[in-house]
């Protein structure tokens, strides 16, 4: 699906206002109706902050660049169609006594949650969403590692080759529940169950700094009542 648009994005970077149109007629075509979409306003030059979703719009970088051999305007495709489907198919929950660490694995679920939905109609745009998700992990530290494995597994799923215990026992939980109707109830069920692991692994991390996810995913702040 998404190589159709290599040859109009040639340039390693590429605007909002570029790509606009045509990610708003992608949308339709995915789901059938508009979203409305806006830049997000510029912080320093060269920096990139998280796509958001407010009650309004969804919130895209005012530029990206090219990731190795996705064009920017893929790159654009990528997180829209993403938070295109957290609008479609995530409600919000509240956080009541959630640690950071159980708040991230909830998270993390929910975007592997809702681009399954998505790829299970659309089966190429997870090839395009696991380009921009590299086996190697940005961060090596070991609990920043883990939580990209995890990340991956859960969009690879049967095609996974990780041995990793706990990504195959969050792969395992997730296909056991991929039925269920009430998505982000599961999703909360599994994010507790793997953090209750981790916490029990004892991997050193910071609550106040975790990891940043694959670039295209928003900053999940619509998924919490607060």
């Not at 320093?44 to 979703?53: K, L, Q, S, V």
């Not at 070991?142 to 041995?163: K, N």
């Amino acid at each position: 699906m998404h190589k159709e648009i290599n040859a109009t994005s040639a340039s390693p970077s590429r605007s909002f206002n570029e790509a606009r149109d045509v990610l708003y007629l992608y949308l339709i075509a995915l789901w059938g109706k508009p979203f409305d979409l806006a830049a997000m306003p510029a912080t320093n030059p060269g920096a990139t902050d998280r796509p958001c979703i407010d009650r309004t719009y969804i919130r895209l970088p005012s530029e990206m660049t090219q990731q190795g051999h996705v064009t920017a305007q893929e790159v654009y495709i990528a997180s829209a169609v993403h938070a295109a489907a957290r609008r479609m198919d995530s409600q919000p929950l509240r956080p009541k006594t959630l640690s950071a660490r159980q708040r991230y694995l909830i998270e993390l679920v929910e975007d592997a949650r809702v681009e399954y939905l998505t790829f299970l109609r659309f089966p190429r745009l997870r090839q395009l969403w696991l380009d921009l998700h590299p086996s190697m992990p940005p961060d090596p530290t070991p609990f920043a590692t883990l939580m990209w494995r995890l990340s991956r597994g859960l969009l690879e799923l049967e095609i996974s080759t990780d041995d990793d215990f706990l990504v195959r026992k969050a792969i395992a939980l997730f296909q056991e529940n991929s039925c269920e109707t009430d998505g982000v109830a599961v999703s909360r069920e599994i994010g507790l169950r793997l953090a209750q692991d981790i916490g029990q692994m004892r991997l050193p991390m910071n609550e106040d700094g975790l990891p940043t996810g694959a670039i295209y995913r928003d900053d999940n702040q619509h998924l919490w009542l607060e």
